[in-house]
C-alpha cells in the first residue's frame, strides 16, 4: 500500500508540476552501450532490453529520459557524484555493489557463459574444464572478469571493451574463449555463427540484473519498484525481455 501512494505521490507531483508550466526532470539514466542485445549503439541510436526498460519506466514516472553514456568502471563514481540518478546498464546485484548503490527488485536471471570457437568443442564435451586452455577473454570489473580471477586463476586473461571486439578476436585465434553474461554470449553466438563461434551451454554463475540508484534516494527507489511491478504483472516486462532474447522462459 505504501509503494502505491509513493507512485502515485510522485505521478501526482509530476503532473502538478506540468500543471504548473514547468517541465518534469529528466530521468538521467547511466549506461555503457556494449552489452548487446541488453544495451548498445545500433544506427547511432542507444537501443536493447534497458533501453526499451528505460522508456517505459520514464512512462510511468511521467518523466522522460535522458541517456548518460559512462564508462563500466566509473559507473558507481558518476551515480554518487550525482551526474545520473540510475545505472540500467546490465548490472549484477552483488554484495559489494551493494555497499555503493541501493538496487531496485531484480528483473532478470542470468549467468556468466563461454563463446568458443566450433572446433573446440569436443574440449567441452563432458561439461565445462576445471583448468580451461589458453587465454580467457573479458571485460575489466564485470562479474565475468570476477569469477574468471577466482575459479580460473592460472588463466591468463585478455580484457575488451566490446563483446563484439572479443569475438572478432576469438575468430582469428588470439584468445580462446570468451566469457560474459549469458544474453551477451548467446546474441554474439547468432551474429558470428558464420565465423564459427559456438556456445558452450553451461551456466558458470547464477547472477541477478538490477538497476541501481544513490543510496538515500528511497523516493526514487521506491517508485522503480512499483512500476517494475506494474510492469512485470502486465506482462509488458516479459515482452520486452522477448522481443530483444527470442530464447527467454
Known sequence: MFCYLLSLLTLACAFAASAAGAEPQPLRVGVTPVFPPMIYREGG???GVEAD?????????GRPIK????????????LEENRIDIIMSTLSMTRPRQFRAAF??????VGQMALIRRTDSSKYGIGFPAHPEGVIGVKKATTGDYLVQQEFPRCKRKYFDSGEQAARALAKRRIDLF???????WWLE??????????VPVA????HLAWAVRKGDSALLQSVNVAL?????????????????????
Request: glycine share 6%; proline share 4%.
Open 45 to 47: 541510436k542507444i537501443v
Open 53 to 61: 526498460f528505460a522508456a517505459a519506466l520514464g512512462r510511468e514516472l
Open 67 to 78: 541517456f548518460v553514456e559512462v564508462k563500466w568502471d566509473e559507473q558507481f563514481t558518476t
Open 104 to 109: 531496485a527488485k531484480p528483473y532478470l536471471a
Open 179 to 185: 566469457i560474459c553474461d549469458s544474453p551477451t554470449v
Open 190 to 199: 547468432g551474429n558470428y555463427e558464420e565465423e564459427g563461434l559456438v556456445v
Open 204 to 207: 558458470l554463475s547464477e547472477e
Open 229 to 249: 511491478e506494474k510492469m512485470q504483472k502486465s506482462g509488458e516486462a516479459n515482452g520486452i525481455i522477448k522481443r530483444w532474447i527470442p530464447h527467454f522462459k
